[in-house]
Structure formats: C-alpha cells, structure tokens
C-alpha cells in the first residue's frame, strides 16, 4: 500500500470538541461482511487487567452508505450490527473523553490524548487487515501550536505532524497511544534506535538530564535481550500533574503520568533525588515490557471483550519489577546502598500486609480481575500484590540459580533463553515454561540433581504457596544481611535503619482526612483496632476525650505507650460509637538491608557493559 493510501478500513479522528471533551471517529469501511458487519469497542486494555466498558463513552453513534442512513443496531454493551449490505459503509460516532489515566483519552484545551483500544471500534472479522488513520488538528485558538506525539508508522504525515498514519492490523492499531499537544520533546538513540521523549504539562525539567539516563537504561536493557531492539523507534510519553504516578506499556511506546517533583531540575545537575529514582525506574519498568509481556507473552487468548485470566502476572509484572531498580544500579545511575534501600521498602510494603498469608503469588495473578484491580478496605487482609511479591520471587530466582550454579546460570540468562524461545517466535508462554527454562539451563552446566530439585522446591513454595518468603536465606547467600525492626512513624516506610522506636503505640490502621475527624481507611487484622472493633470507613474524632483529625491523630496516640488502654470515639455512619483499645507495640515488619560481603554483592549487582549479542 502506498504511504498515503487509504486501506479498506480507514479511520479519522477528530478532537472536535474540547472543551465537552469530545472525540469525533469516522470508520469507512469498504467491504462489510454481508450478512451485517459487527463493530465492537473493547471492554479492556491490554496491561491493565479489569473490565472499563469504554464503550460507555461513545454518546452517539450512526452509519450510512454512500450517504443515505442505515440502521445500526446494538446487540450487547459493546458491539452494535449493521444490516446485510455490500456497498462501502460509513459509521459516525462520539466518544467522550475525561479520563486523565493512561488506560483510556482524554481531552481538553490542554491536550489530547487517546489509546486505540477506547476510541476505534473494531471491525469483527476484519482485525486482521492494515488500516489508516487520519488524525485531524483540533480547531480551537489554543491548539495552533500542537503536534502530534505516537509510535503509529506514518502513510503521509510528517513526524510530530497531522495526517495520515497506518496500522498492520487492528491490534497494531490500538497498541500506539497518541499525545497531541505544545509538548516538550528531547530526542536521543539507543544502540541505533531513535528515541523521542515527550513531556506535556507545567514543568522545568531537566531533559537533556533525562534524555542522558534514558539513553543508559534503554541500551542497557536492548543489550541485555541482543541486538537489534525489536522497534524501528520508540516514544516516551509523559503528562506531569501534581501529584500522580503510573505507566502503561505498548509494543514501541509507554504513556507515563508522574509528578511535577519528580523530574530533575538543571540546576540540581547530577543529584538523584529518591523522587527522580523513582521516575527512573517507573521508565525502565515500562521500557522492560517491550520484551516481557508485549512480545514474551502469556498463553492467553487477548479476547478484548472479556478477563482474560492467566496465573503468570507475577513473572510478567513481578519479573519486569524486579529488573527496572536493578538495571538502574547495573547502569551505575544508582549505589548498591539506594538499590538495597528501594528493596527493602519493597520487602516492607509485603511484610505490612497480611494478605500476603492468605493468597499465593499465582492466585493473585489469576485473580487481578476481580481482586488486584478492585481493591477494598480488606484488600491488606486477603490479596498479595503480584507485581511486589513477583518482584521478590524473581530476585529468589535469580539468587538461586547464582547459588546452586556457582554463578554459571542467572536470571539474564532465563530471559534471554525466553526471547529466543517465545518473544522471537511469537511462541506463548505456558504455566511452567519459566521453571522449565531455569531446569534446562541448569542441566546445561551439569548441574547436580539436588539443584533441580532445590528449584523444584522453591517454585512450589515461593510461587504457588502463601507461606512466607525465605528472603533472609536468600539475600545472606548474595552477600546482603537482612533485618527487621520497628517503624518509629506511620509514614516510614523502611529501606534504612531508622531511629529507635521509643516505645511507639500502634493502633493498626491507615487513616485519611475527613471533614470532623480522621477517616479509618483500613484495619489489619490481628491489630488492636481490629480487636476493638474499629471498623473501616469509621470517623474517629477523639482519643480519651481529646479532639483528633487526621493531622493530629499519631501526635496524640505518641502519648501513650504500647500497653495503655485509651477510649476512641468516632462515627459509624451517623452513629456514635466509643471503643475501648489497648495499644500494642509495632511489630517487626520494617525491613534494612546492609551489605556484608561485597565481592558477593558485586557479581549481583555491580554495574556492567554488555555486549551485543
């Protein structure tokens, strides 16, 4: 097909509206199915695991042939039918657009900003087929200056520009988000490949700073996988907010939202901030899944309009968490000290939560549907994270395989096998292909027996029970001393060594603000609040007679000590209730890591230069 050409499936889209945040689609079809063409939107995106029903957002929808109006009727929440017809079909319709995530659009006098899979309706039967895009410039005076940011090939626009872009397929089509607005864009290469990053919204980073570290991680990790990269190109996208973090990834892009504090300033020069390490490592998280997840894939169908479950989250969400802060400390953009600081905030984070007790990392996979993705007040309680505990298991993994193999077989090498065996081929990945991959590398060292079954053991353990992880054992063998303590604050968050608690209380709970008092957001079970009965969702307005709020709450408990009986009053919807609590110490669930043999440490986690392969 000619660059400008337009394919029998041709889209336009048009920001007709911003200021009602409204997208106008046109859909030219030119051979529907006779016997009357469905069109269906997708109920999900790809890495995001829950049902959105995007569309619920289309407010109007019609069709015609060769201009006069046929029927269009719907026949389920997402999928509407033509009648049987032969002729070129066009379909109109709006969607509406106020969702500031990375998972659906967005649309106002600021930017524009939409994913495939919430605005283009696909053409069932017909996914298969290349089609274009046509993506129009907004009409309004504070647009005149936008340009269009996305890693869609172009059919006839310039880059940055508007016009005309085309898709392999319908699939290809909806994995390239698009971020229309007077962006800020620095661009770099990596091991060849270029590399646009775009920011949009109010900010004064550093993006020459930027461009430099992203530079480092991204051949790092193309080198890590083998050359070449599996994109001709590839594109950052950022909105800077107030206060906001979470990213998205796609075949040759990611959309990333992050915090206006979070990117570096010039006049900082080369300082790391923890706020620009997270940021980092967020980039690196994203960057990964262009080969685990996008490309090194589950054996799940992607049936769009429907969960899809797989128990293999962990490995394709936990594996990329574990690599994102390794790879920024293997690339010497961070300590050993920071890296083993982040780790043990994420050891903390698991420790807090005694969900960790009831679910396995696999069922916390399978389960992200309905679970994960749709939190509650009991979710500490009853769920595990697949993305923080998965993070652990890898790094178990990893120190495994360097332990039983004398450092021969490492996790780099179970990724690089699963290129080449699944993300090269477009191979699946089943269940047990991960397990089966670190067997068979081990085999090929001539490992002993007792590895395999060491390997065996850990699986079934770490992976499929919810028993608790052999971290210490695992870390001490990497040269890292693990420790606990207690928190000395309800906003520490671990990773160093801390003050001495003094005694602290604890009540148990996480708390937000609430116009008379401080609202109980959650109670963990086994904690004092629970044994009195304080429930979530509670309005806790006074502790032995004295006023509280959420500013004021910790302040007041710091008066008492573990073992003292106080009474709490607080509201239960409309009603008073008192309860008598006797506070209990912190437990041991605040994690440090310090290194104790560095050479060990070194062969982990020491930068490195890789080779191509």
Not at 264 to 291: I, Q, V
Not at 412 to 434: F, K, N, S
Not at 468 to 483: F, I, T
Request: glycine fraction near 6%.
């Amino acid at each position: 097909m000619p660059a400008s050409a337009t394919a029998a499936i041709h889209y336009r889209i048009d920001a007709f509206d911003p200021y009602a945040h409204l997208y106008r689609i046109q859909l030219d079809i030119a051979l529907p199915d006779p016997a009357g063409q469905l069109l269906r939107l997708p109920a999900w995106i790809p890495g995001s695991y829950m049902i959105r029903d995007f569309a619920r957002n289309i407010t109007q929808i019609s069709a015609a042939a060769a201009g006069i109006p046929i029927a269009l009727r719907k026949i389920d929440k997402s999928t509407w039918q033509l009648p049987p017809l032969t002729a070129p079909v066009t379909v109109t319709y709006s969607v509406y657009a106020w969702d500031l995530s990375v998972r659906a659009a967005h649309l106002d006098q600021k930017h524009a900003y939409f994913n495939g899979s919430s605005v283009f309706l696909e053409v069932v039967g017909q996914a298969d087929q290349p089609c274009t895009l046509d993506i129009e410039p907004p009409r309004i005076p504070e647009a005149q200056h936008w340009r269009v940011a996305t890693s869609l090939s172009e059919a006839g626009a310039r880059r940055y520009g508007f016009g005309r872009y085309r898709a392999d397929n319908y699939a290809d089509l909806i994995d390239h988000p698009v971020e229309i607005a007077d962006f800020s864009l620095v661009s770099f290469d990596a091991c060849g490949v270029p590399h646009d990053f775009v920011l949009t919204g109010l900010h004064n980073a550093d993006l020459q700073r930027i461009a430099r570290d992203l530079k480092v991680i991204c051949e790092y990790q193309i080198k890590l996988f083998g050359e070449p990269a599996p994109f001709a190109r590839y594109v950052f996208i950022t909105w800077v907010v107030g206060d906001g973090y979470g990213g998205l990834e796609h075949r040759a892009s990611t959309s990333l939202i992050c915090s206006r504090d979070d990117l570096p300033l010039a006049k900082n020069a080369d300082s790391m901030s923890d706020c620009y390490r997270t940021y980092l490592g967020l980039c690196s998280h994203e960057y990964f899944h262009s080969w685990n997840v996008k490309r090194i894939a589950p054996a799940i169908p992607y049936d769009l309009a429907q969960e899809n479950h797989t128990p293999l989250l962990w490995a394709f969400e936990g594996i990329t968490s574990y690599y994102d802060d390794l790879v920024l400390v293997r690339t010497g953009l961070i300590s050993p000290t920071d890296y083993l600081d982040m780790l043990g905030k994420t050891i903390t984070r698991i420790l807090r939560n005694p969900g960790r007790l009831q679910q396995s990392v696999a069922d916390s996979s399978f389960d992200a549907w309905t679970k994960f993705y749709k939190q509650d007040e009991n979710s500490a309680n009853a769920i595990v994270s697949y993305y923080a505990k998965g993070s652990l298991v890898a790094l178990g993994l990893d120190l495994l395989l360097r332990r039983v193999s004398d450092q021969q077989v490492t996790f780099d090498e179970v990724m690089r096998a699963l290129w080449q065996r699944h993300g090269l081929t477009g191979i699946p990945v089943q269940e047990h292909d991960i397990q089966h991959t670190c067997a068979r590398l081990l085999q090929e060292k001539n490992a002993a027996p007792a590895a395999l079954e060491l390997l065996q053991q850990f699986c079934e353990h770490a992976i499929y029970s919810s028993a608790e992880l052999q971290l210490e054992e695992w870390l001490r063998s990497a040269g890292v001393e693990y420790a606990l303590r207690k928190s000395v604050s309800m906003s520490d968050s671990g990773g160093s060594a801390g003050k001495n608690a003094d005694r602290r209380p604890d009540l148990g709970i996480s708390s937000g603000s609430a116009s008379h008092g401080a609202s109980v957001t959650r109670v963990l079970n086994g904690s004092a609040a629970h044994r009195a009965g304080i429930s979530a969702g509670d309005v806790l307005i006074a502790i032995d007679n004295v006023r509280v709020d959420n500013g004021s709450l910790e302040k007041v408990l710091n008066r008492y000590q573990p073992g003292d009986v106080i009474d709490v009053h607080g509201f239960r919807r409309d009603e008073l209730m008192q309860f008598r609590v006797t506070l209990a110490e912190p437990a041991l669930d605040t994690c440090y890591l310090t290194i104790i043999d560095e050479e060990t440490v070194r062969r982990w986690l020491q930068p490195q230069s890789l080779q191509p392969q």
